[in-house]
Structure formats: C-alpha cells, structure tokens
C-alpha cells in the first residue's frame, strides 16, 4: 500500500516552536501530518523552490529541477534521523554517504 502525500497548497500551518530560530528543525518539519494525509512541502520542484526562497535559502528568481528536490527530501530525512536518535539519547544513525 502506497502513502498518499499532498502537495498541493493547503492553508498555512503556523511554525513550530523554535523554526524560526532554527532553520534545521523548520526544514525537518517540512513534511507535516494533518488529518486529511500528509503535506510535503518540498514534494515537487516547484513547491521546493518555493520553500527555498520563502526562507532565504535561494534566489527569488531559482529553480530547481527534480534531482535536486531528491537530494532535498534525502537530506530532510537524514535531519529528522538526527533529531529523533538525539530526542531519544542515541547515537546518531551511521551515514549512508561514504566518509
């Protein structure tokens, strides 16, 4: 069974505590569960690009393409394994990329 996850805008969902003095924890919070199925806010190149520039992170007139949105949702997931083995008092999680 496949997970359904929304891209399209929904209403804007206020920050979580701490996002705006950390943009890491904005960033992991980027793919948000609400009631009618998940929101990823960097699903698409498109809705990507916009998050990237709405927090200052690229150039108003950037884009980028779909390889680069997969690095992103890669990266975002590394991040939330960060902070969950940290919230649980373990060792970071062994790094899929080579040292």
Do not use: K
Request: hydrophobic share 35%; with cysteine.
């Amino acid at each position: 069974m496949s997970q359904r996850t929304t891209t399209s805008p929904a209403a804007p969902q206020p920050p979580a505590p701490g996002a705006e003095q950390y943009p890491a924890l904005d960033f992991a919070n980027s793919l948000l569960t609400l009631p009618a199925g998940p929101l990823d806010l960097l699903g698409s190149p498109e809705t990507a690009t916009d998050w990237l520039i709405g927090h200052g992170l690229a150039p108003a007139d950037g884009r980028i393409h779909q390889q680069c949105t997969d690095r992103l949702h890669g990266l975002r997931t590394a991040v939330r394994e960060l902070f969950a083995a940290r919230t649980a008092e373990l060792p970071p999680p062994p790094t899929p990329w080579p040292s």
